[in-house]
């Protein structure tokens, strides 16, 4: 099961996702699971949406930068589609904080499972620093920028608070 | 009246009697084969118009404006003309060009088709005056209903009903609020020369009567070149029923039953069926005579439609003669099977009326919903723009009036409507489901439309009981504002699931399907053949 945050017409929406088979999955939205099927798998592909009432036709796009042009019976929404955890639970990330330091600290209590880098270093921006588990959830922490590992202040395996600084990068 | 033909000789029968005559050796289909006519118009009802002409074999000239070049219609005319410029003023509206058109290309007739020049006055007298057959009613004719109030008179002067109010135009404000105060609040203030639904207010005071008379006066100038305003009582919740007839200059007319058209927006209609739920045996035979009687004392030729408001006691009143062929005139070809451009221009060559009111069957139930490039999530506002992907519906009972294809362009200076979605059914539930099929089934990518709106109101209960007047789609549009908080939901959910797809977490694993041509060069690869 993956997790989606869907911005459509400035409200957000978390969505989970499960593949059932090739083409067809199962999504969660507020509490209700569709069904949702591929039916053509042409430039813009079409959907099946199975709800609790009825079946309805869907078109959707994927365009750069996580932008997904969806159709709903024709009509149109725009979308932008974030993934945020691979497990068990939908994660609500906290709003974007401007980390121009570099000082990456803990967005959630977890388990520090994994460090990916060493000091000394050089990352690119986007490339992932470290696991923490929370919630029974593996979250890949990115780094913010493009530099050097300053320092690592954690080890594999440490419990960490919220707001526990974790890694630095200059 | 019919008539065979034995040789050169044609039998004519007549109320009854039957008459022989050697010079009546020229039929219909005589006088249409020789027809080449004009089209005067755009879009859908161009392309609505050209199919008729080609099966009777009618040669066409379409003119078209700039932005309209790589249109769909097009294709299908036998000759296109180009009218420099884009603004409707500089080509569909430009009367000497399009006579100038009608001229170069020798053609005889010109069909108007709807908006545009189909009720100017001015044009139908510049096309007689240029022995060009004008394809509706004589000028003389629409001189008799020329204005809103003009016909008024005239239906008041046959005996039909009309709304309470003022005869002539009102002289000033105070004659405004005095002839308001007569009537009774609401009142509605109408431009004389008002048309589609524009240059109406409705004051439910004296200040306002005051004050919206001016506003009216004004609107009117600055739309419609004229600032003459009158005043009528607002009926509270009145239905909107219409009759279709067609007549002759003998003063021949034949009713070919009614419209229920009373949801509304603005006063733009949206959907339209065909009978109407609001008429039994007898107010519908009220409603087919005042009708058939008004355009008869009008002396009115072609096809036209009557307009009636309809109260819930049976009261109904004249509200409006529509001199031309009708965005709705579909669900009455599909009750009755009737093919009503034919008709016209049969009509129009022949100046008799073939048909007779007793070949005129009234049979099942059909629905027509106007499709707008409107976006209903944003006030209705116009959605011009490219349509990518167009799937029209199919299937029994489906008809689909549209000049769309895919990759085609809305232009933003005409009007929004974009198709005409109809259904036939044997009674108005089957029609009800019929249409949510076809709804479902259009696509239409690259626009917001007003699809939404005609699928939620095939799910409205009122709107199934056919329970509703004038004023109910104002009251269940804030449903669909639910129903598109549902889509957006659903939005949601597709747009993860397109990236959930699209995004796979071993993408580099994903290979297409295995297949034996792949295998086969591997192999060749591995043992270097």
């Known amino acids: 099961m993956r997790s989606f945050r869907v911005q459509v017409n400035g409200n957000s929406y978390t969505v989970s996702v499960d593949q059932v088979r090739k083409g067809k999955f199962h999504a969660t939205i507020d509490g209700a699971t569709f069904e949702i099927e591929a039916v053509s798998e042409l430039e813009i592909g079409a959907w099946l949406v199975n709800g609790q009432e009825e079946t309805i036709q869907a078109h959707a796009k994927s365009l750069p930068v996580g932008r997904v042009d969806v159709w709903i019976m024709s009509m149109p929404f725009q979308t932008s589609v974030q993934v945020v955890g691979i497990g068990g639970y939908a994660l609500t ?14 967005l959630m209590p977890g388990r520090v499972t994994s460090i990916l880098v060493k000091e000394g270093e050089s990352v690119a921006e986007g490339s992932p620093l470290l696991i923490l588990e929370a919630m029974k959830m593996q979250n890949e922490i990115a780094s913010p920028l493009s530099g050097r590992v300053k320092s690592v202040l954690v080890q594999e395996g440490a419990s960490v608070k919220k707001d526990t600084m974790l890694i630095i990068i200059e | 009246m019919s008539y065979a033909l034995q040789g050169s000789t044609a039998i004519l029968h007549y109320d009854g009697l039957t008459l022989f005559s050697n010079l009546l050796t020229v039929t219909a289909e005589n006088f249409l ?131 309470p109010g003022s005869d002539r135009p009102l002289k000033d404000e105070d004659e405004a609020v005095r002839m308001a105060n007569d009537i009774g609040y609401p009142v509605i203030l109408k431009a004389v020369y008002g048309g589609g639904g524009r240059g109406m207010r409705v004051a439910n005071s004296p200040e306002e009567a005051r004050n919206f008379f001016r506003i009216t006066r004004l609107e009117s100038h600055s739309a419609f070149g004229r600032e003459e305003v009158y005043i009528e009582k607002r009926l509270q919740n009145p239905r909107h029923v219409e009759i279709q007839a067609i007549a002759d200059k003998r003063g021949k007319v034949v009713s070919l039953g009614e419209r229920e058209c009373s949801i509304q927006r ?264």
């Open chain 2, 266 to 529: 603005r006063h733009q209609k949206l959907l339209e069926e065909a009978p109407s739920v609001a008429l039994d045996g007898e107010l519908r035979e009220q409603l087919n005579d005042a009708a058939k009687k008004g355009l008869s004392v009008a002396g009115y030729t072609n096809a036209g439609t009557v307009e009636f408001l309809l109260e819930k006691s049976g009261e109904f009143y004249f509200l409006e003669v529509n001199k031309r062929l009708q965005v709705e005139h579909l669900v009455t070809e599909l009750t009755t099977g009737l093919d009503i451009v034919e008709e016209q221009l049969k009509v129009a060559s022949t100046m008799n009326l073939d048909l007779s009111q007793s070949e005129v069957h009234v049979k099942g139930w059909a629905i027509n919903c106007r499709i707008n490039a409107e976006d209903p999530r944003q006030n209705f506002a116009p959605s011009p723009g490219k349509v990518f992907i167009y799937h029209p519906p199919s299937g029994p009972g489906i008809r689909i009036d549209s000049a769309l294809f895919s990759g085609c362009d809305i232009p933003e200076c005409y009007d929004s409507l974009i198709a005409k979605l109809s259904v036939h059914g044997t009674n108005r539930s089957d029609a009800i489901r019929r249409m949510k099929v076809a709804l479902d089934e259009l696509e239409i990518l690259g626009i917001p439309t007003t699809v939404l709106l005609h699928r939620d109101l095939m799910r409205d209960e009122g709107f199934i009981r056919g329970d509703f007047d004038t004023t109910y789609l104002n009251k269940v549009l804030p449903t669909l504002k639910s129903s598109i908080n549902e889509f957006e939901k659903i939005a949601a959910v597709v747009a993860a699931v397109e990236k959930a797809k699209t995004s796979s977490i071993h993408p580099k694993c994903m290979r297409g399907p295995s297949s034996r041509w792949r295998t086969v060069a591997r192999t060749h690869l591995m043992t270097g053949k």
């Open chain 1, 93 to 106: 990330p906290e709003p974007q904080r401007v980390v121009s330091s570099g000082k990456i600290s803990a």
């Open chain 2, 33 to 163: 084969l020789k027809m080449k006519l004009l089209i005067a118009n755009r879009g859908e009802i161009a392309l609505r118009i050209i199919r008729t002409c080609r099966k009777l074999g009618i040669r066409t000239v379409l003119v078209y404006s700039e932005p309209d070049e790589g249109s769909l219609p097009l294709r299908f005319a036998d000759e296109r003309y180009p009218l420099a410029g884009s603004t409707p003023a500089e080509t569909y509206l430009n009367i000497p060009k399009l006579i100038n058109a009608a001229m170069e290309t020798s053609c005889d007739t010109v069909h108007p088709g709807y908006g545009f020049l189909s009720e100017d006055e001015r044009f139908v007298r510049t096309c007689e005056e240029n022995d060009l057959v004008f394809i509706g009613p004589s000028s003389a004719a629409l001189e008799k209903l020329g204005n809103k109030l003009q016909a008024r008179r005239t239906m008041k002067e046959s005996g039909v009903p009309v709304i």
